[in-house]
């Protein structure tokens, strides 16, 4: 048993020195819908294989529907592979990556001979699919990764034995300013679509002058064509209590726009008092908006506003992003690497005596 042990360590020894340990990103099935979490496995994906990394996005069937509708070629075309087809065995060198929304495929995966790690784009799912009085290292997971300090704290607060790591978020190169002015359209992006029928109901009930004025809801549109219309809009609305770190709003600056939002639940580490107009209460958003729209008709907007928000969306660039995930990762393949190690040393007849196959390492 152990020279068979011994072997398998070895091989994933070779493996993980080597790059060859594969990465595989659990993802969800968004049936062609645009989902922004999803774009981040992407996205993460394509930079790990830039790095030299072996990395994958896993899904559970077969008939998983193409994200090339919504997504860059070149990040939809990043390799995947399928659970359901079993075209793949999971070996001890690699790594699973599961969502906190995946936590139904917690007990399938506890069994797996590789380590796995939760990853948190927003801790409000995090009990969503686990049973009551269950927690991540009861599967035998004891890592997590997340997209920002705020997060990995809130994390940390709910999961005490998991150890919490995040990445570096970036805003992609296609949220840009408009070429041409801003037209009278205000952009909504809220997670729940009555919240947007109803500022947009309310706006014009509260500022009838205001009806030759278009609102454009953002959701379920592909990144190049939510781009598009943001940066062509004069003001952005955001409402999302349970964000876990607030895209939409950076995005909106990066285009220059202006935002109106409400302070989620757990504050971004990003928000300040300066760069954008934000309030605690739902209910006073459409007044904040009316008057800014005022604002904005009688060119009235603070130049202030605008340095402030090209100054808070400046770190958020990919070259961060990708140094921040290949740094990770190449501390993750070092970890496993001195792991392996060890548990090679372990197995050893004589103690502190490296067996003869190591020395061929």
């Known amino acids: 048993m152990n020279e068979q042990q011994i072997a398998n360590l070895t091989k994933a020894l070779d493996d993980i020195k080597q790059k060859n340990g594969r990465i595989f990103f659990l993802t969800m099935d968004t049936k062609g819908i645009a989902k922004a979490a999803i774009a981040y496995h992407y996205e993460m994906v394509k930079a790990l294989n830039d790095s030299g990394f072996k990395a994958f996005i896993m899904h559970e069937k077969d008939d998983y529907q193409s994200t090339e509708s919504w997504l860059r070629t070149d990040l939809a075309s990043v390799p995947h592979v399928s659970i359901e087809s079993k075209d793949v065995k999971v ?12 936590g139904h495929a917690l007990e399938q995966t506890k069994t797996m001979p590789c380590e796995k790690m939760i990853f948190c784009q927003s801790y409000d799912y995090i009990f969503e699919t686990l049973p009551p009085g269950m927690t991540w290292p009861v599967y035998n997971v004891h890592r997590a990764l997340t997209t920002s300090k705020k997060q990995a704290e809130m994390i940390q607060s709910l999961m005490p034995n998991v150890q919490v790591q995040h990445i570096d978020m970036f805003i ?10 801003q037209i009278p359209m205000i952009s909504v992006h809220t997670r729940d679509p009555r919240d ?10 509260k500022f009838p ?9 953002l959701r379920n ?6 781009s598009e ?13 349970v964000s876990g770190f607030g895209t939409f709003p950076l995005e909106a600056m990066k285009c220059g726009i202006p935002v109106i939002g409400k302070v989620p639940n757990l504050h ?26 005022n604002k904005w008709l009688e060119d009235e907007v603070p130049q202030e506003l605008y340095d402030e928000m090209a100054k808070t969306v400046e770190p958020y660039n990919q070259d961060k992003f990708t140094s921040s995930v290949e740094t990770l990762f190449e501390s993750i393949r070092n970890r496993k690497e001195l792991e392996i190690r060890t548990q090679l040393e372990k197995l050893t007849p004589v103690a502190g005596e490296v067996t003869p196959t190591l020395e061929k390492l």
């Open 268 to 293: 971004p580490e990003w928000m300040t008092e300066k760069n954008g107009v934000w309030t605690y209460e739902y209910n006073k958003i459409v007044d904040l908006l009316g008057s800014f729209v």
């Open 172 to 181: 992609p190169e296609y949220f840009k300013k408009h070429e041409k002015p």
């Open 91 to 102: 070996q001890v060198s690699d790594l699973v990556i599961i969502p906190e929304v995946f």
């Open 209 to 217: 002058q205001y009806k030759w004025i278009t609102f454009r809801d």
């Open 196 to 205: 947007t029928h109803k500022i947009i109901k309310s706006f014009y009930v």
């Open 229 to 241: 219309d943001l940066s062509q809009s004069c003001i952005a609305v955001w409402v999302d209590d």
């Open 221 to 226: 549109l592909s990144r190049e064509k939510f």
